[in-house]
């Protein structure tokens, strides 16, 4: 496994691979859902690139860009056993080089949900995954469900700006007891970890109802608020049920949706989502 951290190295070592690529994007601290999304490129694919990069224009002011977790020691001896051919672990200044003033963005999808309460976040996002695309060329590149808004927003990126890009999505990955993998899980302490169960047992809840005949949508996102304000460590950013592919907040479902939800406990944010069809 080659390991780029330059530009240059990464253009270098793309020039010699036959076939297709496949990229998987991830800003490192790696777990079973990076994991998974590997071993499906590994499989599509004649060669896999895996880039590691905690892009800091995807993070707001007072958010955790500083204490992001990181290990990329850790994260290369995980893509070596994984049989990863290259891996992108670029400088901050490597990718932003100096007097850099070029962004990507794309409007509507990203002003709500995420959008309303991260401003900014997804700017930073479609910017970097643009530049990983010009860098490393992929064939596809592969992305969680759990950014369920994130996939949506970079589908209309490839879409709108012609990439030659395969956007791959892939399930969830959970744990035993049903907490959707996250980088920042690494944050909570025990009680937080039991706390942070009720993102995942808010949207069970809404998924029963679903498969009970409800339509509601003001109704399904009641239930999910009831789940969470039994929780004492947990507060909601915002709680959804939209449209799957407009994420416009539905009033009675007629058609797939996503129910989607993003809830601190204490001073950890996170994020899941369900679709309901
Ligand atoms: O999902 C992530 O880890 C990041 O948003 C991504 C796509 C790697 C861009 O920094």
Redesign the pocket.
Same mark, same amino acid.
């Given at each position: 496994m080659e390991v780029a951290a330059t530009v240059a190295e990464m253009r270098a070592l793309r020039r010699a691979m036959a076939g297709d690529v496949g990229l998987v994007?991830?800003?490192g601290y790696l777990h079973e859902g990076h994991l998974s999304l590997v071993r499906t490129a590994r499989r599509r694919d004649d060669h896999v690139v895996v880039s590691i %990069?905690v892009?800091p224009t /995807?993070f707001g002011p007072g958010e955790d860009f500083e204490r992001y977790p990181r290990d990329p020691e850790r994260d290369l001896a995980l893509l070596r056993r994984e049989r990863v051919d290259a891996v992108l672990l670029p400088s901050v200044e490597e990718l932003y080089p100096e007097g850099d003033s070029t962004f990507v963005e794309v409007a509507g999808i990203t002003e709500v949900l995420e959008g309303v309460h991260r401003p900014g976040h997804f700017r930073g996002?479609t910017t &970097? &995954?643009a530049k990983l695309f010009h860098i490393v060329q992929p064939r596809r590149a592969y %992305?969680g469900r759990k950014?369920a808004q /994130?996939l949506l927003v970079i589908r209309k990126l490839v879409r709108d700006l012609h990439f030659d890009v395969e956007v791959v999505a892939m399930p969830t990955v959970r744990e035993p007891d049903g907490l959707a993998m996250s980088s920042r899980n690494a944050y909570l302490s025990p009680r937080e970890r039991e706390a942070a169960l009720v993102l995942s047992r808010a949207l069970r809840g809404a998924g029963e109802l679903f498969a009970a005949g409800e339509r509601d949508g003001e109704r399904l996102r009641a239930s999910m608020r009831d789940v969470i304000a039994q929780e004492p460590l947990a507060q909601v950013d915002y709680v959804s049920v939209a449209d799957g592919e407009t994420l416009r907040e539905l009033d009675r479902l007629e058609g797939p949706a996503l129910a989607s939800l993003a809830v601190r406990i204490g001073a950890v944010r996170l994020i899941d989502n369900v679709t309901l069809e």
């Open positions: 994007p991830t800003m %990069f892009n /995807q996002v &970097v &995954v %992305f950014d /994130q």
